[in-house]
């Protein structure tokens, strides 16, 4: 009697053993790099198609991952809890300024080549995080949630009052970035006989930058790094009983987060065009915590997802308000529109932190891991 090699068996009929036969899952990894081509060609033609609110809520999203990712290495990867993210992103932003300005404008300006300014900006900022390893490097929880808390008082104090170098209360101008030859101001430059100007000439530059933190983070995550980081957020103690240096970790994560928030905070002063010191404020880190709470601790995805829900969503309730109940335009009373987007990503942590532990990009996940419980993470 001949017998049927196991290899040939179709699943349908494979024997049972208690559990229903499921699918292979080699199908949904082969439709996996179709979904990421598709979705790396929508962002790339975007720009020709979307009007200029859409093309800055995009940028400002972008911006605002790039920061979340550093802040997710730190606090979600790390167990590093910080309310001074902001304080960085300044630093990136004024730092960029200074460096790219030519002094015209009567403030301080070295006016060197915009590309330099942006490297050197993002240097600065993991530089200011340096200075400030070593307290991070031995504080946690709770006492370096309150030190990086007094950055922001620092910081505040420091860009309302160097005029000199951030123009006080009413800012400074940014000057456009200059990269082989492009600048990315408003002159505008046909594209298939698209206009393109200061937004989707830095939408590509944008994409560029998020599709290299990520990767970088991801890989960072993946490594001997990231199982370092985790087991001292997990467990410090075991960490340092292991061998892992949990004082030099901690610090030389919080230098890359800061770097990651520098760079976030240029990219926020190119798409702006002009920088504030009221925008660097509290409330900017509370966000930066929101958008990593709600997309997913830990994760790299997550805090795109995060970052694009914080960012957007006030942004789209401002240009909708008349048609939302509730919501109205600024300064006309009843709620604005900021303020009812903080309600709602409030909200949303609640519910995050009761019902979704792993934060919204478990929820993307959530099927694949109904199909095969045992697939790792």
């Known amino acids: 009697m001949s017998e049927t090699p196991v290899s040939e068996v179709p699943v349908s ?14 199908l949904t990894t082969r439709k996996r790099p179709y979904v990421w081509a598709a979705g790396a060609l929508l962002l790339l033609v975007l720009p020709l198609y979307l009007d200029r609110f859409w093309l800055q809520a995009g940028l400002f999203a972008m911006a605002a991952a790039i920061g979340a990712i550093g802040l997710n290495l730190l606090t979600g990867s790390t167990g590093q809890l910080s309310m ?4 960085f992103l300044a630093v990136g932003a004024y730092g960029y300024c200074v ?22 900006a993002v240097l600065v900022a993991g530089l200011a995080g ?22 922001i008082f620092i910081g505040q104090h420091v860009l309302f009052n160097a005029k000199d ?30 206009p393109f100007g200061s937004a989707e000439k830095l939408w590509y530059a944008a994409l560029v930058l998020l599709l290299g933190c990520a990767l970088f983070a991801r890989g960072v995550l993946r490594g001997r790094p990231g199982r370092a980081m985790n087991a001292i957020r ?54 930066y915590l929101a ?41 006309t ?20 932190v009761l019902f979704l532990p792993g934060g919204l990009v478990r929820v993307a996940a959530g099927r694949r891991f109904k199909t095969d419980p045992g697939e790792e993470r």
């Open 13 to 26: 009929e494979a024997p049972a053993s208690g559990t229903p036969a499921r699918r292979p899952l080699r």
């Open 84 to 87: 001074g993210h902001a304080f």
């Open 99 to 120: 460096f790219a300005a030519d002094g015209g404008d009567g403030l301080t300006g070295l006016g060197l080549p915009t590309w330099l300014a942006a490297v050197l």
């Open 130 to 151: 340096g200075l400030f390893s070593p307290i991070a490097g031995r504080l946690r929880g709770a006492y370096l949630g309150i030190a990086t808390l007094a950055l």
């Open 165 to 194: 170098l951030t123009g006080g209360f009413n800012g400074r101008d940014v000057p456009p970035l200059s990269l082989f030859g492009l600048t990315f101001d408003d002159s505008e430059l046909l594209v298939a006989n698209v």
């Open 234 to 287: 997990d467990h410090r103690i075991a960490a340092g009983v292991m061998g892992v240096p949990v004082a030099r970790y901690r610090a030389a994560v919080f230098v890359l987060s800061s770097m990651y928030a520098g760079l976030a905070g240029v990219l926020l002063a190119l798409v702006f065009q002009r920088t504030v010191p009221d925008y660097f404020g509290i409330t900017l880190s509370l966000e």
């Open 291 to 331: 958008m990593i709470v709600i997309g997913g601790l830990g994760s790299v995805s997550g805090a795109v997802i995060g970052a694009v829900f914080v960012s957007v969503l006030p942004q789209l309730l401002t240009r909708y308000s008349d048609a939302l109940p509730l919501v109205s335009a600024p300064g």
């Open 333 to 352: 009373g009843g709620i604005a529109p900021g303020e009812a987007s903080r309600y709602l990503y409030g909200a949303a942590i609640v519910v995050v």
